[in-house]
């Protein structure tokens, strides 16, 4: 698909925020004219199915300023520069659940909005669960409810639109088929 | 979950670009703090799981700038202003996959990234296809290939990482299960 590429002539900075950069590029597209790209730059993010003994998932409902809505997600936030994925969803579950876990299993990574974002999300399922210690306090500016939902209800949620976050309803739906065709999260 | 609103304080405009449109805005807290919220405005998306019948389904290979890699993906585009889902997708999916459906299902709507955008994408399932008369022509600046993959395939290509589009994952999960449980499209 190499033929298929966008050719960058000229790319403007047009803002820079704490959590995104916005770029837009004049690009040569592969049969030679040209057009803009608005281009949103994210680090990354890392979300987490943490599923207790019982099959139930830990989900957070909290107020997202931009989509103007409580939603229920699951435990996720930005990477920090130079974190891993795996880290940074280590560090989200204990942060936002007050939960550690002994196995992990990578669920896939997503691009949310490859149209204008290269923002990637890492889902992991995470088993093996037990209570933080020391649980760390949430961000300063975040304000959450932690419920547990066991995982075949948060399925019936996705395909009944109760869940609105795309990282929520994807790693619901692969955790589901991840339990029912037996695989199953290792110590890392 | 009302107490945990966030009340903008004041609001001011970054960047106004063809796609996408960039805001900062200054918020109170429901703890009486403040902070600021980068949100990235988007007039919304549908898609389309078009799927035939040998249960194969039309996904389009397209280079994505922003993120920089050419990804597979369901048809799928911008709604234009006033434009309803459900005319969108019958409308991406002529443009992009050239067939009509006579069959439409909705699968769900998702915000793609409530962190820090109000983008949401409206899913479809779409069966009864057939190929459209007069195939209208894409976008100017898009330039992609069509294909036809077995559903169950697409299904394991998300769980193994080929399939890195957000939307196209949840799009592919929701129709296996919506298969599998024997919901159909109803003439729309």
Same mark, same amino acid.
């Given at each position: 698909?190499e @033929?298929? %590429?966008? *050719?960058?002539?000229? +790319? +403007?900075?047009?803002f820079?925020? *704490?959590?995104?950069?916005v770029?837009?590029? #004049?690009v040569?597209?592969?049969?030679?004219?040209?057009s803009? %790209?608005e281009?949103?730059?994210?680090g !990354?993010? &890392?979300a987490?199915v943490a599923?207790?003994?019982?099959r139930?998932?830990f989900v957070?409902?909290?107020y997202r300023?931009a &989509? !103007?809505?409580t939603?229920?997600?699951i435990p996720a936030?930005k990477?920090?520069?130079?974190e =891993?994925p795996?880290a940074?969803?280590?560090?989200?579950?204990e942060?936002? &659940?007050?939960?550690?876990?002994? =196995?992990?299993?990578?669920l896939?990574?997503?691009l949310? =909005?490859p149209?204008? =974002?290269n @923002?990637?999300v890492?889902?992991?399922?995470a088993?093996?669960?037990?209570?933080?210690a020391g649980? #760390?306090?949430?961000?300063?500016?975040?304000s959450l409810?932690?419920r547990?939902?066991?995982l075949? +209800?948060?399925k #019936?949620?996705v395909? +009944?639109g109760?869940? #609105?976050?795309?990282?929520?309803?994807?790693g619901i739906?692969l955790? &589901?088929d991840a339990m @029912?065709t037996g695989k199953?999260?290792?110590?890392?």
């Amino acid at each position: 698909m190499e @033929e298929l %590429r966008e *050719r960058t002539l000229a +790319s +403007s900075t047009v803002f820079e925020g *704490r959590i995104i950069k916005v770029k837009v590029d #004049r690009v040569a597209l592969p049969d030679g004219r040209e057009s803009d %790209r608005e281009v949103v730059l994210h680090g !990354g993010a &890392a979300a987490v199915v943490a599923l207790d003994d019982d099959r139930r998932v830990f989900v957070v409902e909290q107020y997202r300023y931009a &989509a !103007g809505e409580t939603i229920l997600e699951i435990p996720a936030g930005k990477l920090d520069p130079g974190e =891993s994925p795996l880290a940074c969803a280590e560090r989200e579950l204990e942060e936002e &659940a007050g939960v550690r876990a002994r =196995s992990w299993l990578p669920l896939g990574a997503f691009l949310t =909005s490859p149209g204008f =974002s290269n @923002e990637v999300v890492h889902i992991f399922l995470a088993t093996g669960l037990e209570r933080a210690a020391g649980c #760390r306090p949430p961000d300063d500016d975040e304000s959450l409810t932690v419920r547990r939902i066991p995982l075949q +209800s948060l399925k #019936r949620m996705v395909a +009944s639109g109760l869940v #609105r976050d795309a990282k929520t309803a994807t790693g619901i739906l692969l955790a &589901a088929d991840a339990m @029912e065709t037996g695989k199953r999260g290792a110590p890392v």
